[in-house]
């Protein structure tokens, strides 16, 4: 007699998934998978332009930052040959050459004294590394076909060092940079110019001629003999997505009339009135 499955055995017997019931669950996975991967781009792409958007910050803090520290303590000095600012067209002195190309040439009141870090020279503690001023040289270098902006400094009060030190990966300050763009108030004119040309030896030429009216005026015609009140920087950045941003900014001068080594420059009140409004970064 054949022997009949017992219904405890037909009760514990299990059914598989049908076809349908496994397509229904793929396409649920699938679906999960795509939110999920759509959701992890989209937090990945939000980090990917916080950080453009932070590397941009930086550029645009390092350049105005050091431009703004640079030129709001510009330093101007009747009896001091060193004392310049020369920027645009201008010519440095002794020649009839451009600084270098350079976009900025300028001496600073932005300068502390360096020391000796930890080292005792013969003369004692607390030396000076190197003969130094109480102000430096500063010059910015922009090239356009790289996008670069450098910052070049000497505190040896002698024009000679700066114009012979050439830009290099230390003191370079920005990249991506497709414009840099100074534009100086001229509170006598009462107007916006591209460029500037102070030099110790203008005010000398223009006092030895102030006796004659046509000297005079043939004088200042070929330097300024003080400082611009103001300073007003443009920069454009190229941004990674192919885009550009531009930003500007204006930056007083604090003593734009030359001053002798006895007089501190904070007693000098800037010729500030009329400026306009800076424009919107």
């Known amino acids: 007699m054949a022997l009949q499955p017992s219904r405890n055995v037909q009760r514990n017997t299990r059914r598989g998934f049908s076809l349908l019931e496994a397509l229904l669950a793929l396409v649920i996975f699938t679906l999960i998978s795509f939110a999920i991967s759509l959701a992890l781009s989209t937090v990945f792409q939000a980090q990917a332009a916080a950080r453009r958007r932070e590397e941009e910050a930086e550029v645009v803090r390092a350049v105005f930052g050091f431009l703004t520290r640079d030129l709001s303590a510009a330093f101007a000095s009747a009896n001091n040959p060193a004392a310049v600012f020369i920027a645009g067209g201008a010519t440095t002195p002794g020649t009839t050459q451009r600084a270098s190309g350079s976009l900025l040439l300028l001496s600073t009141l932005a300068h502390r ?46 024009l000679e060092v700066i114009e012979r030190l050439s830009p290099s990966p230390e003191s370079l300050l920005a990249e991506r940079v497709t414009g840099l763009f100074l534009r100086f108030w001229d509170a006598e004119q009462r107007g916006w110019r591209t460029d500037w040309n102070y030099q110790q030896r203008n005010r000398q030429q223009q006092t030895t001629d102030s006796n004659n009216p046509a000297e005079l005026q043939a004088s200042a015609a070929a330097g300024d003999t ?27 001068v604090a003593a734009p009339q030359p001053f002798a080594p006895a007089t501190a420059p904070a007693g000098t009140s800037p ?5 306009p409004a800076r424009s919107g970064s």
């Open 113 to 158: 004294i360096d020391f000796t870090d930890g080292q005792v020279a013969a003369t004692g503690p607390g030396v000076v590394a190197m003969p130094q001023a109480d102000f430096m040289l500063v010059r910015y270098d922009y090239d356009p076909a790289t996008g670069s902006v450098f910052r070049t400094t000497a505190t040896v009060p002698n």
């Open 226 to 252: 003080g400082l611009p009140a103001a300073v007003e920087i443009t920069l454009t950045l190229a941004r990674r997505d192919g885009t550009t941003g531009m930003y500007t900014t204006t930056v007083p």
């Open 271 to 275: 010729a500030t009135t009329g400026i």
